[in-house]
């Protein structure tokens, strides 16, 4: 089983749709999850860490169930800008000085008018 | 906003060659990464470093690998042989600790091309 799974996609969003999608991780250890964002051929920037209780940071809601170990990801009210590749990201120990990040294959979102 | 800079933005080589990759973290961070990302592949961890020694390396950083910091500043990642597969973006991490999570912040990365 991979490290951290996410459906490829593409998902075809219609502008001011709502799109979401999951992520499952296989270390039941892990302690931190990130979403990151990745244009095309550039650097992967975070868009938001996923907490416990769940969190919200203007359009976008992320979810973490440690039970059935996945990630979610909801956007609401696409934008054009938001076509990009959502990377799942997971960290299995906080304040270890190696703390490496394991990323999911990502997920492609595409929002079309 | 302080940001994580690499150069050169593409490296092309011929197989056997060395290259040095070079990258400025965020001036008060403490850990640093480096991450490659082959091209339609996740992006993989290499390296973490930390007080001037590796905390943590995957099986993809072998002896051909290599990173220093040589000063304040600079953070590089050195292929002493490079090979035809080793053609990636190469990008560079660095972290800061805030309590709950470690956020690692990404430079734009390097494209390394083996001919």
């Known amino acids: 089983r991979k490290e951290v799974e996410q459906d490829p996609g593409p998902f075809n969003v219609p502008e001011g749709a709502t799109v979401a999608f999951n992520c499952t991780y296989s270390n039941s250890a892990s302690q931190s999850f990130f979403w990151y964002r990745q244009d095309c051929r550039k650097e992967p920037k975070l868009l938001m860490s996923?907490?416990?209780s769940g969190n919200e940071d203007g359009r976008f809601t992320a979810q973490l169930n440690r039970a059935s170990q996945y990630i979610s990801l909801l956007i609401r009210d696409s934008k054009l800008s938001d076509s990009a590749t959502y990377l799942c990201?997971?960290?299995?120990?906080?304040?270890?000085?190696?703390?490496?990040?394991?990323f999911g294959g990502g997920t492609r979102v595409l929002v079309k008018p | 906003e302080p940001e994580v800079t690499q150069t050169p933005s593409h490296q092309v080589t011929q197989m056997g060659q060395e290259v040095i990759l070079r990258c400025v973290p965020i001036s008060n961070h403490l850990y640093f990464y480096w991450y490659r990302q082959i091209l339609g592949q996740k992006v993989e961890f290499l390296v973490s470093f930390y007080n001037n020694e590796i905390s943590e390396k995957s099986e993809i950083f072998d002896d051909q690998f290599s990173v220093e910091r040589p000063d304040g500043s600079n953070f590089t990642l050195k292929i002493r042989s490079t090979k035809l597969e080793d053609s990636a973006m190469y990008f560079c991490?660095?972290?800061?600790?805030?309590?709950?999570?470690?956020?690692?912040?990404f430079g734009p990365g390097t494209r390394l091309t083996v001919l």
């Open positions: 996923v907490y416990s």
């Open positions: 990201v997971v960290n299995g120990r906080i304040k270890a000085a190696g703390n490496k990040l394991t």
């Open positions: 991490a660095s972290r800061e600790t805030s309590g709950i999570t470690d956020t690692q912040y």
